[in-house]
């Protein structure tokens, strides 16, 4: 597919992330290969898969385009999102539509900046679609200006400088929109489709929901919280 044609089988849909970290229980790549696969079968426009062998997994079974991330925490940085060209590297090998990456202004491994990494990366791949995962509105119009296809609002709420900001971020889905011309992916925070609904009509292009539809151990701690929370009243 084109990057035109990749961009429009997503506007306007969900995408599913479908992921699972070495300690949570669902971490097997078969297993998210299966997550994966049914939400395909429910009507998903898009799949996030975090790691080669889930990613490898998903694209025996999955025809839906996919963002690939793979998370990595090196000890000289904050950043884990798909944090340096080996990472790029190994996703662009396996074909990943859509390449997400940490998009704040955070030194990246190796003391590198955000400019630094992504212009050897846009040069290294001119024709690959690449998304930021940003905080805040700068890091979408930074983004923009660096070359990025898509931003998404996914790291709003966990950097420190919005460690307190309330997710969903509708105003910043608004903004983004607003202000750049690149599509806004809303992501973060998303439970109900109440709030996907609300997320679209603050102007996203689409949106990602992982938690509230592939991670069953925080859905069922979710509501386990509103027994104790009736409870304790």
């Known amino acids: 597919m084109t990057k035109g044609e990749i961009l429009n ?11 699972a970290l ?4 669902l971490h097997d ?5 299966r997550m994966a696969y049914a939400a395909q079968c429910g ?10 062998s889930d990613i490898q997994k998903i694209k025996e ?6 963002i690939g991330i793979i998370k990595t925490v090196y000890p000289d940085s904050q950043v884990y999102i798909t944090p340096t060209m080996r990472e790029i590297d190994a996703l662009a090998e396996n074909g990943v539509e859509i390449i997400a990456m940490d998009g704040t202004d955070r030194i990246r491994p190796g003391n590198m900046t955000l400019e630094e990494l992504f212009g050897q990366v846009r040069e290294k791949y001119p024709d690959q679609l690449f998304m930021a995962d940003c905080a805040t509105l700068a890091d979408g119009l930074k983004a923009e200006t660096l070359g990025f296809d898509l931003v998404g609002t996914t790291l709003c709420g966990y950097t420190e400088e919005t460690r307190d900001v309330p997710i969903p971020n509708y105003g910043l889905i ?13 992501e973060g925070g998303i439970w109900s489709p109440e709030q996907l609904k609300r997320a679209m009509e603050n102007r996203a292009f689409a949106a990602v929901i992982g938690t509230a539809i592939t991670r069953p151990r925080e859905i069922t701690q979710r509501y386990v919280n509103a027994i104790r929370f009736n409870a304790v009243r």
Not at 22 to 25: A, R, T, V
Request: proline letters at 6%.
């Open 22 to 25: 070495e300690d949570e229980p």
């Open 174 to 186: 608004h903004e983004l929109s607003g202000q750049v011309k690149i599509p806004v992916i809303a």
């Open 29 to 33: 790549s078969y297993i998210m290969s």
């Open 9 to 19: 089988q997503i506007k306007g849909g969900l995408i599913v992330s479908c992921q």
């Open 43 to 52: 009507g998903a426009k898009g799949i996030r898969a975090n790691s080669v």
């Open 61 to 66: 079974s999955v025809r839906l385009p996919m």
